[in-house]
């Protein structure tokens, strides 16, 4: 096993951020986190960060947000000198650890080169390299990108290539999906109307949704009634949906009724992509029934924490963009931004030489049957594991009451974790592929003690 990685059995206090929790103020946030949500509250618009009172006031628990001020491997501290365990790496990033020497090093020697690129004018070596590697690693022809930084830009980049490439308009999505909140990845997300009714008039039209894993001849009507389809866009998991899984035959059968009308499949492996729900990417497994899609969306545990997306797809539909004659119709500033494309490159090489997937299969296991196991046992408080690797949910009897409740309980006692689905019925866990069966059982341990 590699150096680089802790094994998943490393001891407590092993360094790279094994360490079990340890709360030393009497509530959390303590009073210097408390000051900083403070200043907060008077310098960010309202709605980006929930307050104690105005979240009891929509779910009845009162709970403040703690202050990250430094994180590493699954371990995040706040100013208070609290130390958590995080078992969301952060919404999913943090695949091999928060600040992980490796990708730390490689930025490191990268911002000593360059820190900026110049987006589609003059590419940057890390770029150009990254652009390969990924073509290399992804199966099928999924060979040529267009670079974001997040993953909304992916999903834009997927849209607009599908619409070239067809010359068709409109979008088939599932039900529960969620793909970013930039308006057109956000006019395609089924996950809350609550996110899109405001915005109505500034969108254009907004995908027909279908049941994820739903009926297929249901489906085949959907996809013939009125004007023909560009593209059908999925997740292999759902991720903010619930850890959603559907059958390898539906996603077989969802891709011959593509294939079938001239449809392009878009895959948006965003949560699921880089080793969170097992292997590389869902497409082209056994899980997805072999299927590889037209274009693949990537961002998230891509970096392990810098902000960079990539949206990549076959020549063939590529090719409906043309070829550049010097101003591009598809860029940003930051397009392939330097720093983001060595981390991507470190997350690879940790891939490929010091057994990252193979570390976020054996916890993605131990997290899979600790889970069902915690479930037998306790019928009264949850109805069911969901998920796939290291992306699991767990459904709650008494929904997202009582979910938050939990979340609550367990940040108190140090483990940050996320309720997931469209009505916060689970608790959503997605901790770095390095975290250890230590810290695990401990999660799971305190969890079973809030019941
Ligand atoms: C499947 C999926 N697609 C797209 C996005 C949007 O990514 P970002 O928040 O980086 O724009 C997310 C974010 O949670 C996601 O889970």
Known sequence: MSTLLPPLSAPPAAGLGTELPAIVTASVPGPAGMALVDLLAAHECPAITARRARRAESTGVDQDPIVWERAIGSNVWDPDGNRFVDLTAGFGVASAGHANTHVVARVTEQLQRHVHGMGDAFPGVARIQLAAALAAHLPGALDQVIFGSDGSDAVEASLKTAVLATSRSRIVACEGSYHGMSLGALGVSHYKDAFRAPFAGLMG??????????????????????????????????????????????????AELCRARGA?????????????????????????????????????????????????????????????????IHTSTFLGHPPGCAAALAVLELIDEHGLLERGRALGEL???????????????????????????????????????????????????????????????TPPLTMTAGQWTAALATLEGLL
């Open 367 to 429: 997290m899979g049957h600790t889970l069902e196991d915690l479930c037998a046992r306790h019928p009264e408080a949850f109805s069911g594991v969901r998920g796939r690797g290291a992306m699991r949910g767990l459904e709650v009897v008494g929904g997202v009451e009582r979910s938050l409740v939990l979340c609550r309980g367990m940040l108190a006692r140090g483990f940050i974790v996320l309720p997931a689905g469209t009505r916060g019925e689970a608790l959503s866990f």
């Open 205 to 254: 039209r907004l995908a027909d949704w279908v049941p994820f894993g739903g009926d297929l001849d249901a489906i085949a009507e959907v996809l013939d009634a009125g004007e023909p389809v560009a593209a059908v866009l999925v997740e292999p998991v759902q991720g903010r949906g619930g850890e959603r899984t559907a059958p390898a035959a539906w996603f077989q059968g969802l």
């Open 264 to 328: 392009l499949l878009i895959f948006d492996e965003i949560f699921t992509g880089f080793g969170r729900a097992g292997p590389f990417v869902q497409a082209g497994t056994p899980a997805m029934g072999g299927v590889v899609p037209d274009l693949i969306c990537l961002g998230k545990g891509m970096s392990s924490g810098f902000p960079v997306s990539a949206c990549v797809g076959t020549p063939e539909v590529m090719a409906a963009w043309g070829q550049s004659t010097g101003e591009a």
